[in-house]
């Protein structure tokens, strides 16, 4: 069976969309705080598709900056996320508790 050009081309969007935000993820965990954050600004100019990348960029942008020490910074990007008005995953209550208090990295267990 041949599948229609369009599905095709749906099901390999999707596999880009996929690895694209794993990386950041990784970039995040991994402590490559820049790297991390450029994905996350492109990911916010980018076509907004899938909706929630906005909000969730903004999120990840505010923990960066509170890891990094840039508190004003991250409260930015806290106050843009609840702007987006989005509440997938439920994002709004995330942001708004950072706004209350700075995100922490956990701490490793040894």
């Known amino acids: 069976m041949r599948w229609p ?6 099901n390999r969007t999707r596999t880009v969309r ?11 965990l991994q ?5 991390s954050a450029n994905s996350y600004r492109s990911a ?17 942008l ?3 900056f509170d890891i990094t020490g840039q508190r004003e910074r991250a409260i930015n990007e806290y106050r843009q996320a609840i702007q987006t008005n989005d ?10 508790k950072y706004l209350q208090k700075a995100f922490e990295r956990p701490k490793n267990k040894e």
């Open 31 to 35: 402590r490559n705080y820049q790297s």
């Open 62 to 64: 505010g923990k960066i």
């Open 87 to 96: 509440d997938t995953f439920a994002a709004l209550e995330e942001a708004r």
């Open 5 to 10: 050009s369009s599905t095709k081309r749906s």
């Open 44 to 60: 916010i100019n980018g076509n907004g598709d899938p909706r929630w990348t906005e909000v969730w960029s903004h999120i990840q």
């Open 18 to 28: 996929w690895r694209t935000t794993a990386s950041r993820e990784i970039f995040f």
